[in-house]
């Protein structure tokens, strides 16, 4: 049985790590020190007027965003309905290149469906 070492890997097959910057409640300020990252994450649950900031902080930057309105079951801290919930990450999908949808979040289907 082959035995690898996690020591011995070769260098040239190691990926870089790509750093990604979480803006949250202070989005509109953090943004001017996202310049070192490679994308940016934007918590929508974490933020009073979700779109309005996600509309700015897209303006503001050429680097992909990552849209999050996470559910309180999974750490999150949107307080409305799941409905309400899917409804904000459906229209964020339009300002963002790509969505985080839970697994067990209970309308994941009907949000891939849009």
Do not use: H
């Amino acid at each position: 049985m082959r035995s690898d070492n996690i020591n011995n890997i070769d260098n040239s097959r190691k990926l870089k790590p790509r750093i990604v910057a979480a803006l949250g409640k202070d989005a509109l300020l953090d943004i001017s020190v996202c310049e070192d990252a490679d994308m940016i994450e934007v918590r929508l649950d974490l933020i009073d007027k979700p779109l309005e900031t996600l509309k700015a902080v897209r303006r503001g930057t050429e680097k992909p965003i990552i849209v999050t309105n996470r559910m309180k079951s999974e750490g999150g801290q949107f307080g409305g309905s799941e409905q309400d919930r899917i409804r904000i990450l459906s229209e964020a999908a339009s300002y963002a290149d790509w969505v985080d949808i839970e697994l067990r979040a209970p309308m994941r289907n009907e949000f891939l469906r849009m």
